[in-house]
């Protein structure tokens, strides 16, 4: 087998040439969370408990359509995908039984991404656990195993589940994350990461349930890892690595008291129980919680609420047919009663706590357990019966490893666990924003530097103007990265998650077409990415079903950078007055008023369909973002490779310049220079300057199965090198540069409000 097409050198990428290489990522797709038969986004409730007779052939997208969406993305600059699966597609069905079907149509995805030459790791994503705990990833009948019964979780408030929430359109915003402190996901990562140690009586055909999770969980990934090695073509080229878990939870492993919030838990959203409160509750009784909100300075408490789940509780009933999925339970484990109860934490008969710090120490020797050593004994126990999995069948593999959301990496520097082919992959997201849905250009908070105790008070913390917030977070991503050195060695490091909700400002954008929050917004966070000096990034993300009226069609989020209500304009099949785009008369956006056949374009219509015959992926040039949704941001030029060591680089979107430094160990060769996209957009043919260190240069538009890029290519020595591109400056917001595209654009505006 040829060799990988990606290595690691260190804390560097590199090519078959010995080209550092920066993967400029995307996540696709988010649809991938949710069943395609039934179609079942997260606010749909028909047929939800039906959990096991589902299929994900479809997701993330036919095979019809995949070069469509592939030929898009790769036309927008990604050399690399993160491909989304969860467990639930490979094993819904019941323990062991796995849907072969959707393991081919995901073999026939990934033949028609090899054609577009990414590079590709696979992601096993789960949220919160499942869809049945109110996000993606594990199968229905994990809650059944673990004794916990999914259609209760509404009204104890175990977990707050869109679909079954009584008003979807008005789910509360951002508050499926919440879930992570909740009953269920309390119960259900503490089993899967510590089960053996905090209910050893939770045994099931003959293994404890930790083991009974964790193995099939393993054994899933490795079936559908097995199926691809046995195709031939798909190792090495796209697939180049497996990421493990994807944001990992502790449960109630280290709570030292369970009747206290943590004082590290920063999200307070909606009622906030503490893990006794959600015991109780979890079990029929009623409590009187404190509400919290988040407001202008960040979470506030707003007041108490009577959760009273009048006596029906989330564990399964002792009537339950618990031979359905062919498990044998220990006859110690009774049904129908709190799995802690059953082992002393508290007292069913008079509702009092036992041991408040049942979760707080490790029963094998005592020590007081926190975070850290959370995340360096009992996630890494599961770490390495994962990563043992891929390297036995990918002895070669990238290794994308992720530790728990902004906490401390593990300390693996210089151990076993310290494997050079490994990779850092941590996530950030600006909380602020995406919990306010707004971009708040006055100030901000440098959370990271909060949670490692940088700050006297938080006060020291905020960050005013958004140069200060712009720079705030390129110091948070640098904190991030330097810490994975500092704990787990030299490794590159890449966020394989980070992004930004369109829907801000009560979906202002989406009314007028004026996109400047958004651009800022994702600016600030690609200018983070370039400053901090990561190796790469996954943006988060690309849904095909996006529209703007349920978002990514998962619990209210709205970060895909696609919408079908926003569709990218083809220079070769629309013109300015050309009347054939046509609207997605499907989308629960579309309206009459927008339906108007006179109605001409306009920030209104921008945002319009075109049909099938128009958006093949064959016809679409990708200089031109209008109707795009801040597509100034992310359509950015980026280095694909290159020749020696990068020192910075960066793209100031204010003035179009792009800036590369690197350090070269030799001149380069003909056959490999350093290479930059360069979009269209931002650098016209004509309109470009380029200014060398020394060397030559070229820039060509090349076209790969139908899908244009311009590219870059640099000769130059050895030593020092640098290089500047200016561009053609734009209006943000508008993607409409000319003094006429302008004076269009608000005529437009104008015209759009008549129709709104």
């Known amino acids: ?356 710090d049942y979760f707080g120490k490790d029963p094998k020797n005592g020590a007081t357990i926190d975070y850290e050593y959370f995340t360096n004994h009992y996630y890494m126990a599961h770490y390495r019966k994962y990563s043992a999995m891929v390297k036995s069948i990918f002895p070669d593999s990238l290794l994308f490893f992720q530790p728990p959301v902004l906490e401390i990496p593990p300390s693996i520097k210089g151990t076993e666990d310290d494997d050079p082919n490994m990779i850092f992959a941590p996530h950030f997201y600006d909380g602020i924003t995406l919990l306010t849905k707004k971009w708040n250009r006055i100030w901000n908070i440098d959370v990271f530097g909060v949670l490692r105790g940088k700050y006297l008070t938080p006060a020291f913390a905020i960050k005013i103007g958004e140069t200060a917030i712009r720079n705030c977070f390129a110091h948070q991503l640098t904190a991030i990265r330097e810490e994975g050195t500092q704990y787990m060695g030299v490794h590159p490091c890449v966020f394989t998650e980070i992004g930004i909700p369109y829907d801000m400002d009560e979906k202002y954008a989406y009314k007028t077409g004026n996109y400047s929050s958004q651009i800022a917004a994702l600016d600030a966070n690609h200018f983070a990415l370039e400053e901090s000096k990561a190796n790469g990034f996954a943006l988060w993300t690309y849904v095909v079903s996006n529209n703007h009226y349920w978002g990514d069609n998962w619990n209210g989020e709205d970060l895909s950078i696609f919408s079908l209500d926003d569709t990218p304009l083809s220079n070769a099949s629309f013109s300015r007055n050309d009347s054939r785009a046509s609207l997605d008369t499907n989308s629960p956006s579309f309206s009459q008023a927008q339906a108007s056949e006179t109605l001409k374009v306009s920030p209104a219509n921008l945002r319009k369909t075109l049909s099938g015959e128009n958006m093949s992926a064959k016809s679409v040039r990708i200089n031109d973002v209008r109707g795009l949704r801040a597509a100034e941001a992310f359509v950015r030029p980026t280095p694909v490779a290159t020749h020696g060591d990068i020192s910075s680089y960066g793209f100031d979107l204010r003035y179009a310049t792009f800036k590369l430094a690197l350090s070269a160990p030799s001149s380069t060769k003909e056959e490999a220079p350093t290479t930059i996209f360069l979009p269209e957009f931002h650098f016209p043919s004509g309109q470009t300057n380029v200014e060398v260190s020394g060397g030559k240069w070229t820039i060509s538009t090349e076209e790969s199965d139908g899908t244009y890029q311009q590219i870059l290519r640099w000769w130059h020595a050895e030593g020092d090198q640098s290089m500047t591109v200016k561009g053609v400056v734009h209006k943000q917001g508008t993607a409409l540069g000319t003094e006429e595209d302008e004076g269009y654009l608000a005529q437009c505006q104008k015209n759009a409000c008549t129709v709104m």
Request: aromatic letters at 14%; one cysteine or more.
């Open 1 to 356: 087998m040829a060799p990988l097409r990606l290595r690691i050198d260190g804390r560097t990428f590199r090519d078959s040439e010995d080209r550092e290489v920066t993967l400029h990522g995307i996540n696709c797709a988010a649809d991938a969370k949710f069943p395609a038969t039934p179609n079942q986004p997260s606010h749909v409730v028909d047929d939800f408990f039906d959990g096991d007779n589902v299929s994900f052939v479809g997701r993330p997208f036919s095979v019809e359509e995949a070069s469509t969406h592939f030929g898009r993305l790769r036309g927008w600059g990604y050399n690399t995908i993160r491909y989304v699966f969860t467990w639930e597609a490979i094993e819904h069905a019941g323990p062991g039984k796995y849907d072969e079907e959707w393991i081919q149509h995901t073999i026939a995805i990934l033949r028609e991404a090899k054609k577009f030459g990414f590079y590709i790791f696979m992601d096993p994503h789960q949220d919160v656990w499942s869809r049945f705990s109110g996000g993606s990833g594990a199968p229905m009948w994990t809650l059944y195993a673990c004794g916990l019964d999914p259609k209760f979780f509404d009204v104890t408030e175990g977990a707050l589940v869109h679909n079954t929430y009584p008003e979807p359109e008005n789910f509360p915003k951002m508050i499926w994350a919440t879930n992570y402190t909740r009953l269920v996901c309390q119960v259900i990562f503490t089993l899967f990461f510590g089960g053996k140690d905090f209910a050893p009586k939770a045994i099931i055909d003959g293994k404890n349930i930790q083991d009974y999770l964790q193995d099939h969980f393993i054994d899933a990934c490795r079936h559908l890892a097995k199926r691809i090695n046995e195709v031939g073509d798909l190792w090495h080229d796209p697939i180049v690595g497996w990421e493990s878990l994807n944001e990992p939870n502790r449960g109630l492993i280290s709570y030292q008291d369970i009747s206290v919030i943590p004082k590290e838990q920063k999200l307070q959203k909606g009622t906030s129980p503490t893990a006794w409160q959600a015991i109780l509750t979890g079990s029929g009784r009623a409590c009187e919680i404190d509400t919290w909100d988040f407001g202008g300075m960040g979470p506030y408490k707003s007041g108490s609420a009577l959760v009273d789940p009048e006596q029906k509780s989330v564990w399964l009933s002792p009537d339950y047919d618990d031979t359905q999925y062919g498990w044998k339970r220990d006859p110690g484990w009774r049904l129908g009663e709190c799995i802690w109860a059953q082992h002393g934490v508290w007292d069913p008969s008079n509702d009092t706590i036992l041991r408040k």
